[in-house]
Structures are given as structure tokens and as C-alpha cells.
């Protein structure tokens, strides 16, 4: 069975411009990436676990800050290139970017060195205005946006 992630599409208004919430990879392999990097704030979750109860959780870890939102509109699932199935709500609130503090995960790093190093899942978050959000995010993840834009009829 392939991995599974969920996550949360923030989202603000910005005056009547809609802004979307993406987070950067962190460590070494992805320092000088940026298109098509971004990602919705996501992660695994196990068989039988509540998919929006993990993206909430998993929300928390990579950012920090917790979901104060009641709503959430459901954004379906996509399948990444690497096969990972990803499902995302979305949810209407504030974040502030300069305050993101990620949980951190242990990697071989540079490959077969034997090298283990600590580095944070997430490095920075940015609200990104739509056209933009799509250029930044992993291109299977673009159907995220278009289902929020389609649901808000902006």
C-alpha cells in the first residue's frame, strides 16, 4: 500500500486577494530548491487513524502553531510522483511565518556517508498569493488550490 499524508491548506484573505499557506522543506538537499518544493503542511498517518485529526496534528508539528479553526473544507486526495497518496482539508486562518518552529527528523546525510545529521521537517512558511502558490508547490498539490479556489468561487 502506498504512504498516505494528510494535511491543511491554510488560507487568509488579504484585503479581497486570497493568500494560501506553503511550507519549505528543510535540510541540505533542498537549501537552494524553491519551484515546486513547497508543500501543504502534511505528514503520514497510520491505517485505522483519523485523517483530519492527523493533518491538525501534523499541522502542529511542522509549523508549531496550532489550527484554531472549527472548519474544514474538504480538498479530496492527489497522488504525488513518489506515489504517496495525499489528502487535505482546508481551513480558513492566521499564521505567523516568522514564529514557525518544525519538528526535526533524523537523516543520512550526504547518501551512503553513514553520516547522521538532525534537521527540521519545515524551514520556513510563506503566504503566497494563488499564481504564485502554484509555481512554489509540488506540482501534484496544485489540485489543492484549484479545489479551494473552486469551493471559495474566487
Not at 501534523?58 to 473544507?73: D, L, P, V, Y
Not at 479530496?76 to 482539508?89: N, R
Request: proline share 5%.
Amino acid at each position: 500500500m502506498p504512504k498516505q499524508s494528510a494535511g491543511i491548506l491554510l488560507y487568509k484573505f488579504d484585503k479581497d486577494d486570497l493568500k494560501v499557506l506553503l511550507v519549505h522543506p528543510g535540510g541540505p538537499m533542498h537549501v537552494n530548491r524553491d519551484i515546486g518544493v513547497w508543500s501543504v503542511p502534511k505528514g503520514e498517518y497510520a491505517d485505522g487513524e483519523d485523517a483530519l485529526s492527523a493533518a491538525k496534528r501534523e499541522f502542529e508539528e511542522e509549523t508549531g502553531q496550532s489550527i484554531a479553526s472549527k472548519q474544514f473544507m474538504s480538498l479530496g486526495s492527489v497522488k504525488q510522483k513518489s506515489g504517496k497518496i495525499v489528502i487535505a482539508w482546508a481551513a480558513e486562518g492566521e499564521l505567523d511565518i516568522n514564529n514557525i518552529v518544525s519538528n526535526t527528523c533524523t537523516i543520512q546525510w550526504p547518501p551512503r556517508s553513514k553520516r547522521m545529521i538532525e534537521i527540521p521537517e519545515v524551514d520556513r512558511a510563506e503566504w503566497f498569493d494563488i499564481e504564485t502558490a502554484k509555481e512554489k508547490i509540488n506540482p501534484a498539490q496544485i489540485a489543492f488550490i484549484d479545489r479551494l479556489t473552486e469551493q471559495l468561487d474566487v
